[in-house]
């Protein structure tokens, strides 16, 4: 049974630091792509950061409205993808969900953010 477990969330004022992250039990990430995405009350889900697991550093790619203010990154060894978010924002408010990507696709239950 593949789970994706978010965690890291909370609330922080603007300008603040928030470190999400997103452990797979049931799932080796290898060969995925892992993302995150958030979706805002009333708004559609978006995504925000994306890794490819591929052994390496793995790929990255940002939403405009992020890069340079956030990273995802992976621990292969622990079976984890990570987001550190600098400089956060009022926008940012959202919550957070982990998604793997492959021949299925995963989603966990997410991790509200909220920053004032």
């Known amino acids: 049974h593949v789970q994706l477990v978010e965690s890291g969330g909370g609330s922080v004022q603007a300008g603040g630091t928030l470190t999400l992250s997103c452990a797979t039990p049931g799932l080796t990430p290898s060969g995925y792509c892992m993302g995150w995405f958030r979706q805002a009350p009333g708004k559609e889900r978006e995504g925000v950061a994306a890794?490819?697991?591929?052994?390496?550093?793995?790929?990255?790619n940002y939403a405009d409205s992020v890069e340079g203010r956030f990273t995802i990154s992976q621990d292969n060894a622990k079976n984890a993808v990570y987001l550190q978010m600098n400089s956060l924002k009022s926008e940012d408010t959202a919550h957070y969900y982990c998604?793997?990507?492959?021949?299925?696709?995963?989603w966990g239950q997410g991790t509200q953010v909220t920053v004032s």
């Open positions: 998604a793997a990507g492959g021949l299925s696709i995963y």
């Open positions: 890794i490819l697991i591929d052994g390496s550093d793995g790929s990255t």
